[in-house]
C-alpha cells in the first residue's frame, strides 16, 4: 500500500482474518455495490470501460491476447483500491489498476504470478469448452450470420446438444476458476499473503460463505433478467430499434462495473477491513 512502511503493512496483514459471514450479507454487497457505484458512476465506468477496450486489443493480438486473459485479477483488484478510495473520499480512476504493480516487490512478483495462473487456468477453461463445443458453435454463428438469430436454420444449430453442454461446461469450469481467485489479489495487496496462500485464503473464505454467494450471484442473475425485461418492455412500446442498440451496452456496462464495485464489500465482510476506517460494511455509515 502507497504511504505504508514495511512495518505498517504487516500490520494491516495481521489485521485481516477469516470472519463468519451471514447469508443475508449476499444481498448487502449487491446493494452497498450499486450505492457506491452510484457515487462516482464516470469513474467507475471510466475504469471498467478502458480495462474493457485494452482486452479487446489485445486479444486481437495473436499470442499477446493471451495477456487479456491473465489480467483479469488486476481488474478486481484495481476495482477494490477503487472502492475503498471512494469510501474515503477519494477518486477512482484507472491508474488504481496499476498502482499494486509499482509498490512493494514481494506484492507486485505474487500478483505477476496470480496473473499467470489465472492466465493458464483461463486458456484451460476455454480450450476445454471448444473442445465440447466442437465445430457447433461455429455452425451456429454462420447460420446466424447468413440467415438471421431467428431462421429456422439458426433454430435447428442452436438445438445442436453440443451447445448446451458447451455452455454448461463453460459455466462450470470458469465458477471454479474464480473461486481461489475471488478473494487472491486482494489478500496478497493487503493481507501480504503470498499467491498460494492467498488461493487457499481464498477458496476457504469462499466455501465458509457459500451461502451469501449463492444469495450474491442470485442477485446479480435477477438484476439481469429485470434488465432484459426492461429492454423487452421498451422494445414492444417504443419500437425504436436505433434507441435499443444503444440501451442494451450501457445498460449492461452499468450492471457489470456495479458488480466489480461490490466485491470490496465480499471482501471485507470475509476478511475484515484493511484499516479502521471507513467501516468494514455498509454504506450508510461509510464516509
Known amino acids: 500500500m502507497p504511504g505504508l512502511g514495511r512495518r505498517g503493512a504487516d500490520e494491516v496483514a495481521l489485521g485481516l482474518k477469516l470472519q463468519p459471514v451471514a447469508p443475508r450479507q449476499g444481498w448487502t454487497w449487491v446493494r452497498d455495490g450499486t450505492r457506491l457505484f452510484l457515487r462516482r458512476p464516470l469513474g467507475f465506468t471510466t475504469m471498467f470501460l478502458l480495462f474493457l477496450l485494452a482486452s479487446t486489443a489485445w486479444l486481437m493480438l495473436p499470442v499477446v491476447g493471451l495477456i487479456a486473459l491473465a489480467t483479469l485479477p488486476l481488474l478486481s483488484l484495481g476495482f477494490m483500491i477503487a472502492s475503498r478510495s471512494v469510501l474515503r473520499g477519494g477518486l477512482a480512476h484507472p491508474g488504481q489498476f496499476v498502482e499494486p504493480l509499482v509498490g512493494d516487490a514481494r506484492q507486485r512478483r505474487h500478483l505477476l504470478m496470480l496473473c499467470g495462473l489465472y492466465g493458464v487456468g483461463a486458456l484451460v477453461v476455454v480450450v476445454v469448452s471448444g473442445w465440447v463445443y466442437g465445430d457447433a458453435l461455429d455452425a451456429l454463428r454462420k447460420a446466424m450470420a447468413e440467415h438471421g438469430a431467428s431462421s429456422p436454420e439458426a433454430i435447428e444449430a442452436t438445438a445442436d446438444p453440443r451447445i448446451s453442454n458447451g455452455m454448461f461446461s463453460f459455466a462450470v469450469l470458469a465458477t471454479a476458476l474464480s473461486v481461489p481467485f475471488w478473494h487472491a489479489p486482494a489478500l496478497v495487496w493487503w ?9 487457499f485464503s481464498s477458496t476457504l473464505g ?7 454467494y449463492l444469495i450474491y450471484g442470485l442477485a446479480w442473475l435477477l438484476a439481469s433478467a429485470a434488465m432484459s425485461l426492461v429492454v423487452g418492455l421498451l422494445a414492444g412500446l417504443l419500437g425504436a430499434r436505433g434507441f435499443l442498440v444503444l440501451l442494451v451496452p450501457v445498460m449492461a456496462l452499468t450492471l457489470s462495473t456495479a458488480f ?9 465482510d470475509s476478511f475484515g477491513s484493511p484499516d479502521e476506517e471507513p467501516p468494514a460494511t455498509g454504506l450508510s455509515t461509510a464516509a
Open 191 to 199: 493481507g501480504r499473503q503470498s499467491a498460494w496462500q492467498a488461493l
Open 206 to 212: 469462499m466455501w465458509r460463505a457459500k451461502g451469501a
Open 260 to 268: 466489480y464495485v461490490s466485491l470490496w464489500f465480499s471482501f471485507v
